[in-house]
Structures are given as C-alpha cells and as structure tokens.
C-alpha cells in the first residue's frame, strides 16, 4: 500500500491488515522496536481545523521514531494559490510523507501521483478514512467483530463520513442504514457503485427506521467544515436527525453510540446521549492514534 487515499481505494485485506495492526501497536505503546519513521520527516498539510486529526498524527510519527511538520495552508505558498502540482513537486523532494486535509479529494489524489511520497487523507469533503479505521478499531473493541453487525449513520449521509462508511459497508460487508434529508442522500453513482462491490446499504428519512434493531448509532456534525454558510439552512434540515433517547430506544438492547467528535450538544446528539456514551466515543478519539500509527507503518513496507 503506497497511499491512504479513500476506504474506496482500499481492499478487505488492506483494511483488515490495518486493524490488526492497529490492535497490535496499542496494546504495545511505548514499545516500538525498530521505529519504522526513523530519520524520516513527515508533512502535514492542513487547510481546513483539526484537534485529533493533527495530534494523533504528531504524536503517532515521533512514536515511530519521525518527526512531524505542521504546514497550515494559510501559513504556506499554497494558501496563496501556489498550485497543488507545484506544492507535491517541491515536497516530495523534502519530505518523506504527507497527511493532508483539504477540500477536494482531486488535490489528494494529484498529489500522491506528482509528490512520489506516501500520502494520507486526513479528511477530503469526499471521505474520511482515517476516523473510519479507527471507529472500526473501536467497534471491534466493544463489540469482538464486525461480523453482522447492524450499524445506523444518522444526520448528513452525503458529508465524508456518510461516505466513507458507504465504502466500510461495502468492503467489509455490514448492513448500513442511512437516515437523512431526501436532498442530502448520497448520489446515486456513488451507491450504485458501493453496491456493486457489496454490503447492504439502505437509505430512509426516518431516524427511527435507521436505528430499528440497529447495534450502532452513529453521528457527524450537521455542518460540516466548508459549509458554514449553510448552518442555518442545515440546522432547520438536520433538526429531526438528532441522535436522543427516542433513537436510542429503537435501537438493539445494549447498542453503542459513537462519533468521531467534534460534537455538538443539542444539535445532532442529546448532552444525555452524548454523556452517557462518552467512553466509547472517547476511545474512538483515541483509536485514531493507533490506527494511523498502523497505516504509516504499512505504507512504509
Ligand atoms: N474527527 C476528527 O477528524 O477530528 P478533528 O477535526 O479534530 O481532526
Ligand atoms: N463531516 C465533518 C467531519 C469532522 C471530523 C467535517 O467535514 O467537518
């Protein structure tokens, strides 16, 4: 594997070969030998805020054994309108690899082909596959397996993360339930192309339909970053997709609620709901370090 560009991208035995890993490396912290980064810099390009996405990275590449850069794009030429193409060539002849998060998922794409280092997504408005190899990692730990898993995705279906667990459902073959907005579903090319690899993805607007049996609810933010301008549409749109306890309560007995953070209380999850299952969510957050350690680790062999 030279890049972690998408869950598309990804093949089951890629994504289970990172999980494991990911386990491995977790239950060893602090006992890396040897440490696959060493002597290496790594990049990270970031245009768009983060708190987990760039600790985990920072703190991940000098546990094994690098260092991290952090180039925000309001403080480097690309922020200017140096091209993207431009940026890859001059890093790649410095740097050894990069994480970036952007806006477009072409930028991520052109520069892995021109930088010739490996590059992560670290979040694109397409897909998020960094916080969904973790939030894997986590349901695994609560739960043993994947296996038959009923899983809920409530709020905007169409943002990253709706996208990236389309991917997860059809790689990994789980039962997703979308509930959302008729105008935020994803695109149907998208799903029809899911569905040809696998999974069983079904789509309603009814938050309670979703979660019917459901052994996850999962949550994003009704706004994500990029789209601003449309909170107050969104908020209006998104109000009936809140994750609370009429939710809950149609979900599987003992059904865990996650989300990949940040949160926002009275919007798209209940404080109660929230607070209730703030340590799975946490270790969700958590799991981002370990995850990426493992994908680092595997783009380098
Ligand atoms: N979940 C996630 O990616 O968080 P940050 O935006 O804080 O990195
Ligand atoms: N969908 C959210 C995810 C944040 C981690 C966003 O893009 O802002």
């Not at 922020?79 to 477009?104: C, N, Q, S, W, Y």
């Not at 790689?171 to 998208?190: N, S």
């Amino acid at each position: 594997m030279k890049h972690l560009l998408s869950i598309e991208a990804l093949s089951v035995v890629e994504i289970r070969e990172i999980l494991n890993l990911a386990k491995k490396l977790k239950s060893m912290r602090g006992q890396h030998d040897p440490n696959p980064l060493d002597g290496e810099c790594w990049g990270l390009l970031f245009s768009k805020s983060s708190t987990r996405t760039r600790v985990s990275f920072e703190v991940g590449i000098r546990e094994l054994g690098g260092e991290a850069l952090f180039l925000s794009s309001s403080e480097i030429q690309l922020g200017r309108g140096e091209p993207i193409e431009d940026t890859a060539r001059v890093l790649g002849r410095m740097i050894h690899g990069a994480v970036i998060r952007t806006f477009k998922q072409s930028d991520i794409e052109t520069f892995a082909a021109l930088s010739g280092i490996p590059t992560i997504n670290a979040l694109t408005d397409e897909e998020h596959p960094c916080q969904i190899l973790a939030d894997l990692q986590t349901i695994e730990e609560l739960r043993g397996s994947l296996e038959g898993l009923k899983i809920a995705f409530i709020g905007d279906a169409d943002c990253n993360m709706g996208r990236s667990w389309i991917w997860a459902a059809a790689r990994l073959g789980f039962d997703l339930r979308l509930a959302c907005p008729a105008l935020y579903t994803p695109p149907a090319e998208l799903l029809a192309r899911a569905k040809a690899v696998g999974g069983s993805v079904t789509i309603t607007e009814d938050p309670e339909e979703a979660a019917h049996g459901a052994d996850i609810l999962y949550t994003d933010v009704w706004v994500s970053m990029g789209k601003e301008e449309e909170a107050e549409h969104r908020a209006a749109q998104f109000a009936p997709y809140q994750i609370n306890d009429r939710v809950v309560a149609a979900a599987a007995p003992g059904a865990h609620v996650l989300h990949c953070l940040p949160a926002y209380r009275g919007k798209e999850i209940t404080a109660q709901v929230f607070e209730h299952h703030a340590d799975a969510i946490f270790q969700q957050a958590e799991n981002r370090l370990h995850a990426q350690k493992a994908v680092m680790t595997l783009l380098k062999s």
